[in-house]
């Protein structure tokens, strides 16, 4: 009840698109993996997204995150009385052009050269790196290994 009135609160000042909107539309895989990314944010960072998200992508995404992270998203959401709009904007623009990543590394199959791959995954930061390459190691390491490698032959230890 509260965060919905929470939400409704902030969506009524908006006059463009509504930040975070493409998130309300996703589902299953793509909403999990907004979630990958989100994961790793500021619980502040967090509780601004989540005041966006309609309620069923909101209970979806909690029911993706850790249990003390969502205690102190909540926390941070019921505390927060305003953000100006250039941060909202900013933020919104940051996960957005992430998950645009995200939907071009999908659309690479196993016919894709690793190069490519790599060129793909050097706009994402650091974290969201090792989470792609943590799960395509998980499904085929001679893959990974190809990626990996190249990427970072430099500087290896960016890698652990």
Known sequence: M????????????????APFDYINSMVGIDLEN??????????QTISLICM???????????????KDLVAEV???MLN??????ETIKIVDDIL??????????AQ?????SAERIQKALAILD????????????QVDEEKFNAIASDMFKNNPEKLI
């Open 96 to 105: 957005y052009k992430k998950m645009e990543a995200f939907d071009n590394l």
């Open 2 to 17: 509260i965060l919905s009135d929470l939400q409704g609160n902030i969506l009524e000042h908006e006059t463009e698109r």
């Open 80 to 85: 927060t009385i305003s953000v100006p709009k």
């Open 126 to 137: 650091d974290k969201s790196v090792k989470h792609v390459l943590n799960s395509i190691n």
């Open 74 to 76: 909540v926390m941070r």
């Open 52 to 66: 966006y998200l309609n309620t069923e992508t909101l209970y979806k995404t909690f029911s993706h995150l850790d």
């Open 108 to 112: 690479f199959d196993s016919s894709k």
């Open 34 to 43: 907004v979630v990958s990314f989100i994961q790793y944010e500021h619980p």
